[in-house]
């Protein structure tokens, strides 16, 4: 299904991509590596730095209202054959008449305010194998209708299919004894992956509020990992389900108020879950040019064990953001997240900067302490790694 | 001056009603009367409208305050770019620190005209380089005294973000110009005082000085110097909250536009304290596109570039 509907997708492209000159291209190729601080838990995985290239180039063109965008993405890993990966992000066909927007092909939509975890944001599958932060998505098929009125803008989404999961291999970190395998994924609907999907979105603004109401139904992104019947392998679940959320942000001078909510069936028995924080920005402190934000967020999750497990059951992050505003963009996220029940952190620390015109260096470091083996983040305590990138964007 | 032609009309026409109703009330053989009646306030609208004339041009009159000319001047200013409708031009900017290295960024603004003096402008700006932040675009809905909504959208993660607008004194992408410089430009977010008449370049500029009264300005005050010929700002000096001068602004190679409307090709804007500068070059100026409302929504951002 998918292939299908990436070689549609190709075949509007490539006529347009046969008129040189008009498209633009921009994108970044990458190099990476993660160094692990201590030996791995399973047998199977390397302790040696895991290296990795990445290719992202953009295509895009315009004529009029009609708008064309490809964007293919290719990662080579040294060590885990699951996170060498190719994924078309975008490859879609967007027609822009007035107040209306009509979009075919491969995109990738994001919703939502919150800074720590993306609860309303369901349109796309998560590329767990790229981050565990849950920011890189699969790129999804859809049809998709959107309307811009006075009291705001309606989109309407069709979703035929299915993008499953990604899951570390043998050899990859961030995973427990057993392995998910991918090979064998279980569908509620008789459809399976080409079950399509539907999905709706409100948002608008008023005055200091921005509002966001949406619903989704059909296969449920979040997978349930299953013990296969020779008990070698977990075997991934995917469920019908209904989701509505709510995302809301109130900004006041530099306050920005942020709430997320989503209640879920489909799952098991049905149940809600929320985040909600703030953050506030300090402006060129200590009479210099950088600003520093502090946020905070509270994570709230009242799924059951039948639903798919979760590491932000009941978590509070703290953090703050450091931005230079310098000729480089310089910028620091650090931050961790606390479970009070079980004392378990999560530990992250994100930093960026240009370098000359064209390059840039990220630093992303991630540590984990005080799991308990009943815990979802359990497996990944002995996976503290430090993670350098760096990218020539062109 | 068009601005101001309407003023004396409209005088006229708002005693036409009064002069109406006369005109019932009065017997049939008094037209005579009616006459002398309609050329005193034909005549009295053309005094009104003279002594308004007088008020906003530049020739001082005596019963005007500094205050009082020093917004007629802002205001004649103002109203010079009425009607520009909606614009799109392409800027190249370029940061010189105080070593003489350059960086250079290229970003595209549109910007939407709302009428409404009580109302700011709409606009987008979208990055095209460097490379690494290409698609990133900031919308602002200019508001006059209370803070402007801005959505800031992040192409990496296709997101749309709500953001802050308070932070008017810091600078825009690492450059000499703040967030102010370019937002606050609403003729109702200043007091103003006019304080003398001075030659510029091969032409005389009033010069005013203006006090931010929005919130979280940077700055205690700004002197202005605003040609006489065509009301364009020729070069601003800004001084910091403890009154000491800390940028200047020049704005050159004006270019006029179809229905009158001028343009600078290039700002430049020098640190005082730090030595640092920017220029700013506008190329390939559009006006009257043709954009409307809906092309200044948050949810447009994502296809903007």
Known sequence: MFARFLLSSLLIILPVSAMAGEIDVSGFVGLETRVFTQSPQHTDQESNPEVSAIFN???????????????????????????????????????VDDDWEFLTGINKIFWGVAESRHLVDIINQTDTVEDLDGEDKLGQPMVSVTKYNDWGQVSIFALPGFRERTFPGSDGRFRGP?????????????????????????????????????????????????????????????????????????????????????????????????????EYTFYQVFESAADIGVLTEYHYDGRHADAPATGFDSDIFIGARLAMNDIQDTEVLAGFSIDPDSDEVFYNLEAQRRIGNNYELELRARFFSGGDPGEASFPLEKDDYIQIRFARYF | MKMLSLKPLSKGRNLQPNLESQKKDMPSSSKFELWKIKWRVLGTALVLGLVSLTLFSSVPAAAETPEEKGFAVAARSDRSDRGFNDSIVDMTMILHNAHGQETSRSLKTKTLEVPDESLGDKSVVVFESPADISGTALLSHARILDPDNQWLYLPALKRIKRISSVNKSGPFVGSEFAFEDFTALELGKYDYKYIKEEPCGDMTCDVLERTPKYEHSGYSKQLSWIDQSVYQVRKVEFYDRRGGLLKVLDLTDYREYDGGIWRTHKMHMENKQTGKSTDLIYSDYKFKTGMNNNDFEKGVLKRVR
Do not use: C
């Open chain 1, 57 to 95: 180039p953009e295509f895009r063109y315009r004529n009029g209202d009609h708008q064309f965008s490809f964007i293919p993405f290719y990662r080579r890993d040294s060590r885990d054959e699951e996170r060498s990966h190719f994924d078309v992000r975008e490859a879609y066909w967007l027609y």
């Open chain 1, 178 to 278: 057993l392995l998910v395998d991918t090979d064998n994924a279980r569908y509620e609907s008789g459809e399976k992956e080409k079950h399509v999907d539907f999905a709706a979105r409100y948002s608008h603004y008023f005055g200091d509020w921005d509002v966001g109401l949406s619903h989704f139904y059909g296969t449920g992104r979040e997978p349930r990992l299953v013990l296969n019947t020779a008990g070698t392998a977990l075997e991934p679940h995917y469920d019908i389900i209904n989701q509505t959320g709510t995302d809301i942000q109130y900004t006041m001078n530099a306050w920005l108020w942020k709430f997320e909510g989503i209640f879920r069936e489909g799952q098991g028995e049905a149940f809600a879950a929320a985040t909600g924080g703030f």
